[in-house]
């Protein structure tokens, strides 16, 4: 297949699409994807959609503080972790649960944290994701820096930071970019523009027409992807891993739509119509792909019934295990935040032990 990078130009609002509205193959493209693998995305875009809902479902009946749900960004969360291999570095943001778990994270944990249990934190140490970054944009110069470390070790592995059209907006992009061009970071930033940060629209964020454009002003590669598009995405990302290790970092935009609220303390019926939300559930990633697997014949309307009935079941026994984990000590924070600890931080600890035993 021809180079996606170097033919999809941004700048001339250039947007890289295999898959059409109806889930044919555009201008026969040779995705290079067999089979089996398909089957295989297709069942973690359906994993991750019940999981979402789950947690959205548990949220709602008391059991986690909040929660920012994945719904419509299924496509690009099942891509970003299919290309990355266990060593490849993860730094993901907060809207990432589908993403992480594919990458290896149990789903356990990434429940267990919406919940505010920090063992959710506790990563396995055989594959290599960062925790959930809360600031918005503060871990692109971390993944930037990670990708450098790749390059001057020589390692073969290669670092993914994703994020969302807000994190544009905040300095630690721009110096993430051009850090990541001028020392040839290894690093892939993978932008999911899902049209809100929060209430405010892309529109009102960036004047430029693109995200992806926004690369070549420092000297990298840019690229605007269909992000309902799984395909798309894959052989995107594909290609930019391939740069990546050959020291060139590049900025993917996934063209996406968040179709939940932020989170669940979000209400987005104050800020955009549900007559748009309509509309973009028509370009919504799974049944676009599902049309596409059904014209192949890997799946029929009873294969979809058992994943989908499979995929609940196990998102239903990893939640009632995440429900039947103890809560970790009070004093726990403090014992594991530092390596040695200091005289204010053990006056804090304490200070908080006598507040609870008083109540
Ligand atoms: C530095 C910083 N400022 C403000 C916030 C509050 N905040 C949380 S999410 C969010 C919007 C993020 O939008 P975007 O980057 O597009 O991510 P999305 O929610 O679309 O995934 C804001 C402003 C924050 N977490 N961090
Ligand atoms: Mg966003």
Redesign the pocket.
Known sequence: MEKVFYTHDPRINSVFKVLDKNGIIINNINHGITNTELLEIYKWMIRINAADKKIINLQRQGFMGTY?SVQGQEACQVAASFVLSKKDFLVP???ETGMMWAKGIPLKSLMLYWMGNENGSKHPLDTEVLPIC?????HLPHAQGIGWSQRLKKQEEITLCS?????TS?GDFHAALNFAAVLRSRTIFFC?N?G???STKTEQQTKSKTIAEKAFAYGMQGIKVDGNDVLALIIALKEAKEMAKNNTPTLVEASTY?LSD?TTTDNAKLYREDDEVKEKLKEEPISRFEKYLISLKILDQEKINQIKEDAKKEVESISKEALAEKDPELTEMFDYLLEKTYPELELQKKALLQEYSNQ
């Open positions: 920012p943001t907060f809207r809360i600031p918005v944009g503060s994020f969302s059209d807000g994190a905040e999911q899902n809100f940060a929060i968040r932020h």
